[in-house]
């Protein structure tokens, strides 16, 4: 799933492209991709895309008429400037010059959402999510606020989009990583010194990676964020820092990776999946 890094990055290399010139069709607009039919998809044709922005892991493309277009590609969804259209094409925006804006989903499972909203549905839409960790009003009082306002284990605490911002599985695992916690550590438990150092790993860890992935992302949003990974799939992988194997935990919806020596005192969690089937 894409985060916060791929979706600046979009934001920041599409931009430009995206805003020059009139929007001339909405080709392509899947019913089981839209999320919302009045204003109609349809009004967007001779009206211009004046900002090109992100809000949590949501893109929001503005057009000069005060609608937004907000897209949320979920798991499996692509999103390519200036490429071919797919039989997997769920939402195609036209351009004169061909640099059409296409999102597809891959699988069957249709998850993905598009909507077109006014400036008060969209401000309704957007309104339970927590501070943007990128933006420079996000500071450690921020942060510490929070950890005690929605108290969890930090893995947990840092996909939680009402705590903070955009952040997934992925760079939950990178960022606590980076801070040398524990993905089980309590947020409301933290010292004052490791939410200094939380706050430095998130900015750092999402900051870092956003420059890394703005060249990658000349047509679309990138895929291969992966490559620049400390932790993150790299079960069993030397540590960058102190060489341990990476190991992991393992639960249905998503998978912790940590280094034992850098993170949780050099003690190997259990893994529930893996403990079960040796179990059975
Ligand atoms: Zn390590």
């Not at 540590?239 to 998503?254: K, L, M, Q, W, Y």
Request: glycine share 8%.
């Amino acid at each position: 799933m894409p985060e916060l890094p791929e979706l600046e990055a979009f934001v920041i290399a599409q931009r430009g492209a995206l805003t020059a010139e009139p929007i001339e069709s909405v080709p392509i607009a899947h019913f089981a991709t839209m999320k919302t039919i009045d204003p109609p998809l349809g009004s967007l044709a001779g009206q211009r895309f004046t900002s090109v922005g992100r809000r949590a892991k949501r893109l929001l493309f503005t057009a000069d008429g005060g609608d937004t277009l907000m897209v949320h590609l979920m798991s499996a969804g692509k999103l390519v400037v200036g490429g071919k259209r797919t039989k997997s094409s769920m939402l195609v925006v036209a351009f004169p010059s061909g640099r059409d804006l296409i999102m597809s989903e891959t699988g069957h499972k249709r998850r993905a959402g598009v909507w077109l909203l006014g400036p008060d549905a969209l401000a309704a839409e957007l309104d339970h999510l927590g501070p943007e960790p990128l933006d420079p009003s996000y500071t450690v009082d921020v942060l510490a606020a929070s950890l005690t306002a929605r108290p969890h284990k930090l893995h947990a605490f840092l996909r939680d989009q009402r705590a903070v911002a955009g952040i997934g599985r992925a760079f939950a695992n990178e960022i606590l990583w980076a801070a040398l916690l524990s993905p089980y550590q309590r947020s409301a438990a933290l010292a004052d010194g490791d939410v200094e150092k939380l706050h430095a790993a998130i900015t750092g860890t999402l900051g870092a990676a956003v420059e890394r992935l703005v060249p990658l992302s000349g047509s679309g949003l990138t895929t291969k964020a992966d490559r620049g990974y400390a932790v993150h799939d790299r079960l069993a992988e030397p540590c960058p820092r102190c060489g341990d194997a990476i190991r992991r935990v393992s639960f249905d919806e998503h998978t912790v990776f940590y280094c034992p020596t850098c993170q949780t005192g050099g003690r190997v969690l259990a893994d529930r999946r893996l403990s079960r089937l040796l179990r059975e």
